[in-house]
């Protein structure tokens, strides 16, 4: 979670996400991205080409893409920004891994017959069957 959304953000979160992935076995090969000016940005366009990404972005007013990101925010927003009350935004902030881990490892999902994410990814550690 980060304060802004600058080229700069999106560009360290891109090579923390990629990282992320690579220690797990998984080979990105292109993101998607809104038009947001940081996706814009001469530095996404060469962290993308420095990671060896294509760079997708989506159309404007396009259910068929911008429908999922859509739907993700309003479940998170229900399931953990707004579920209950918090003290603060460090308070909210600290809850976020929690909610997360419950999300992609235990929520069962429909668009993958009821599974959580985390079993569409073979082979990671501590994931053999």
């Not at 925010?73 to 707004?82: N, Q």
Request: glycine letters at 6%.
């Amino acid at each position: 979670m980060h304060d802004d959304e600058t080229a700069a953000t999106a560009a360290g979160v891109l090579y923390r996400a990629v990282a992320w992935f690579t220690a797990r076995g998984v080979t990105v090969e292109r993101v998607l991205s809104d038009n947001g000016s940081a996706y814009k940005s001469h530095l996404w366009r060469d962290t993308c080409a420095d990671l060896g990404i294509a760079m997708k972005k989506t159309r404007p007013y396009r259910p068929q893409t911008n429908g999922k990101i859509e739907r993700f925010h309003r479940t998170m927003a229900d399931g953990w920004a707004f579920k209950k009350f918090y003290n603060s935004e460090s308070a909210r902030r600290a809850a976020l891994p929690a909610w997360l881990h419950e999300y992609n490892h235990h929520r069962p999902h429909t668009a993958i017959g009821g599974s959580a994410p985390i079993t569409r990814l073979i082979n990671l550690t501590d994931q053999y069957s």
